[in-house]
């Protein structure tokens, strides 16, 4: 069963929003897309790679 990358909710528990990283599948609940966007660097546990990733300049 597809499970959220971060907190490992299933999708019996809570909506999954997929995406593709580096060839495969990879799925990640509405609650956990902000460290995605926000601090990327925090995933790279889980998705190696994203330790480089620099979140994007704030505009505010
Ligand atoms: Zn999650």
């Known amino acids: 069963m597809n499970a959220c990358l971060n907190c490992k909710k299933t999708e019996q528990e809570i909506p999954l929003l997929q995406m593709r990283y580096q060839q495969a599948d990879v799925f990640i609940c509405p609650q956990c897309l902000p460290v995605l966007i ?22 505010h």
């Open 38 to 59: 926000h601090k990327p660097a925090n995933l790279a546990e889980k998705l190696p790679g994203l330790e480089n990733v620099q979140p994007p300049q704030h505009e």
